[in-house]
């Protein structure tokens, strides 16, 4: 995250607006391209963690051969349509200038080119994380996107244009994919036979295609949510009022990480769980990552809801400020409803039911659709931004009971007091503190040192506010932080 916050204003300037719009382009073809594996990566994670859970190695061989398979052809077929179609795309879909429409057709092959090196690199990282490597898993998914970031602004301080930028995204795709393939495949455990008859390959393969044909959906209806609303402002207005959405978008994926990483890890941890029967445990891990998901973005959402003029205008400029604000505010609180919904859909998705997430986002991906071919054209970016908020608000949280109860047995009152009653409470105690003193973070010393103050009354009150069952895991942390220094101090 930082840095991509330290180099958006550099490629910004260096790219132009449009320019700018184009190079995110690449981004998003090649992760919506990807879609076309058809949901091998949750399956592949699953089907993963459950036999290592079970010590089923020798089953996984065939499953992970069918898995890279599926990773492969339908993106394959996507991009050759794409680039098949470039020109058509370029002269009669988005909305780009005539000086850089060869430019935008060129970039539109590049992003086409590597989604299948994205999906390959998708496959090891859901390998990585079905065995529990989540350090590696993190620092591939860190390398992939540093490298792009600061060879793209390398290139543009050397004097290169956006096709080389292009270029240079698609031997990044590739180099990655092939290391991440390796790391991948060198973790994999040594085959070993487990007890008890061997069902047969078919129905394994049956059962991996189903699941993950079933979160190809969900995921096709996730895409239509949070990317076709890009597709929809570029189809009706100039690619530079893209960028004025396109960057609020990428701040505030940024700022879901910590949360992401929290869902990446409860995902398998509730495969296993589910593998091995264990109610009472599912139950509480589902509890405890609900609750420290939203203690890791609550803060940094609040801050950014009410700084977010101060920060624009110091970060990218007053111009870029005055477009952007609105959207980013109403933005961050779609996807902070969206964070509500999320840990349920992991939890659905590890415990084998993703047709309940699939209703829900097809329902959402419904609304936010319905509410921008209303809104965009009308009000622009701030349009797409209020349907996006519109569609979380109408299903996020229903979604967030309903699975709450379905899955765990936890009824409304146990859901608000045992998962958001004390983030929340914290983090009212960060905005009463920090919205009357808004005004005063006009340079960035002022803006860090009122943030910093804010988050510190955050956990403090945070800490104040944990659970009984939080205060005890804090402590065993704590206690084996402290033996572990202790025995490195004696050696």
């Known amino acids: 995250m930082s840095l991509g916050f330290l180099l958006v204003p550099f490629l910004l300037r260096s790219l132009g607006t449009e320019g700018y719009a184009l190079y995110g382009l690449l981004g998003m073809l090649a992760g919506s391209l990807s879609l076309l594996n058809f949901g091998s990566p949750s399956a592949t994670q699953r089907t993963v963690a459950e036999h290592i859970a ?19 052809v339908g993106v394959l077929l996507g991009a050759a349509a794409v680039l098949i179609l ?7 879909f988005f909305n780009i200038s005539p000086e850089l429409r060869r430019t935008g057709t060129w970039i539109i092959a590049c992003g086409a080119a590597a989604s299948v090196f994205f999906s390959w690199t998708q496959f090891a990282l859901a390998l990585l994380q079905g065995l529990q490597d989540f350090a590696a898993a993190n620092l591939l998914t860190l390398l992939q996107n540093g490298l792009i970031l600061v060879g793209s602004v390398v290139l543009l301080r050397l004097g290169f244009g956006l096709r080389a930028v292009a270029v240079f995204f698609i ?38 295609s189903g699941y993950a044909f079933s979160v190809f959906l969900a995921q096709l209806a996730w895409s239509a949510t949070f990317q076709w609303d890009k597709a929809i402002i570029g189809y009706f207005f100039p690619m530079t009022q893209l960028t004025y959405y396109l960057i609020p978008s990428f701040l505030l994926r940024r700022c879901a990480i910590l949360a992401n990483s929290v869902m990446t ?32 973005i609550v803060p940094g959402f609040a801050l950014i809801f009410a700084l977010a ?26 996807y902070f409803l969206q964070q509500l919904g999320s840990m349920p ?57 309903l699975m709450s109860r379905a899955l765990f047995s936890m009824g409304p009152a146990e859901y608000l007091e045992g998962i958001l009653l004390r983030p929340l409470a914290a ?17 960035w010393t002022s803006l ?17 506010l944990l659970a009984d069952e939080d205060r005890l895991t804090l402590g065993r942390l704590w206690a084996a932080l402290r033996s572990r220094r202790l025995r490195e101090g004696t050696q």
């Open 54 to 72: 079970r010590g089923e190695t020798d089953r996984l061989r065939s499953i992970l051969y069918f898995s890279i398979f599926l990773h492969t």
């Open 86 to 92: 470039r020109a058509r795309l370029t002269q009669e």
């Open 171 to 208: 031997s990044i795709q590739l180099a990655v994919s092939l290391i991440a393939l390796t790391a991948a495949l060198r973790r994999m455990p040594p085959p070993a036979r487990a007890s008890g008859p061997e069902p047969p390959r078919g129905k394994e393969m049956r059962a991996f």
């Open 265 to 296: 890890t409860a995902f398998p941890l509730m495969s296993e769980l589910s593998g091995l029967g264990d109610h009472a445990a599912l139950r509480k891990a589902y509890r405890q990552c609900s609750r420290l998901a939203l203690w890791l």
């Open 309 to 334: 003029p101060q920060f624009l205008t110091l970060w990218l400029g007053a111009e870029f400020a005055s477009r952007g604000a609105r959207p980013l505010r109403l933005l961050l609180g779609a």
């Open 345 to 401: 859909l992991t939890a659905a998705y590890g415990l084998g039911r993703p047709s309940s997430a699939l209703a829900w986002q097809t329902l959402q991906a419904a609304v936010s659709l319905g509410c921008w071919f209303f809104l965009i054209p009308r009000l622009g970016i701030t349009g797409a931004a209020l349907g996006l908020f519109a569609a979380q608000a109408l299903t996020a949280p229903p979604y967030a009971l």
């Open 427 to 443: 983090g009212t105690v960060l905005c009463l503190f920090l919205w009357p003193l808004r005004d005063r973070a006009s340079a």
């Open 448 to 464: 860090l040192s009122l943030s910093a103050t804010s988050v510190f009354l955050y956990y403090a009150a945070g800490f104040l």
